[in-house]
DNA sequence: GTTTATGCAAATTCTTTGCAATACT
DNA sequence: AGTATTGCAAAGAATTTGCATAAAC
């Protein structure tokens, strides 16, 4: 179980050029703590001492300096997630996503790699995100 | 070409349980013009006799039909596109999705499938989206 | 005449920014 | 002092809903 203790948050922020301060190591401690995609309003409920436009602008921070994906579930809300990667400039950290339509939780599927993707000639592939809607199991046993 | 004549239009959207009137035969065929994803913003742009609510409404209604696809280009606005397979109840005509972040259009890649997924025991798949960010080819030479 | 569809307006939610105050170096 | 960070408040943008009117059956 790799959960960073602050030294190690601190190493990270600052080989990525992203000076540290203590709401940033409050942030991404908060990321790495959720094994999954979070959104910014669960942030806030759970910072509750940290202004929501703070996170944001931390969230966008952390983003620009890939220390952290962005994506999207379909719900319309943006979620953030910490990347696993030790150098996060390659994404090959991505994994597969799960959006449940009943119970409208995102899950994680790092079993399965994503697949290579091919492009016409001339573009260039920043990032790939695969996103699964479905049931899960939960809700198909329970309801 | 393909362009739905409104005959084609009726048949399809009786034989999903819709009901036809002409807003939803300007909605879908507005929809069928474009080969691409379109917002809800671009729609009422377009059909300037039609009010935006209505327009979302209709989309949703067409959405629940499997008439029309949804996706997100990660911009956080939702995307419509029409569904191309004959029975859009197995949604056999997903295709890839290529967001080009520096002028922010979204191309359909229609040349390769999307790949069979794998899930964990108990999950039922919906859909699948693939959804690629990058730099586009006009962007790359002109930039 | 009853049900359904539509337009208008506004509520809601989420994202983003301006600006003053605070903290840091 | 000067720069960067944060909080507060509010602006913007998109989605969604309530309700009255209009259309369809």
Redesign the pocket.
């Known amino acids: 179980m790799a959960s960073n203790n602050h030294a190690q948050i601190d190493s990270l922020l600052e080989s990525h050029g ?7 190591q409050l942030v991404y401690a908060a990321l790495a703590r959720h094994r999954r995609p979070v ?3 669960e942030l806030d409920d759970e910072l509750d ?10 969230l ?2 952390l983003h620009g300096a890939h220390l952290i994906h962005a994506l999207e579930d379909g ?5 953030y997630e910490v990347c696993t990667s030790s150098d996060a400039e390659d994404d090959d950290d991505q994994h597969m996503h799960f959006y449940c339509t009943r119970c409208h939780r995102t899950y994680c599927f790092r079993t399965q790699p994503i697949p290579e993707v091919l492009v016409p000639e001339g573009f260039a592939i920043e990032s790939v995100n695969v996103l699964i809607k479905g049931v899960c199991v939960n809700c198909r046993t329970q309801g």
């Open positions: 992203v000076k540290v301060t203590a709401i940033r959104s910014l309003r001492t940290v202004d929501r436009s703070t996170i944001f602008r931390t966008t921070l719900s319309g809300v943006a979620l």
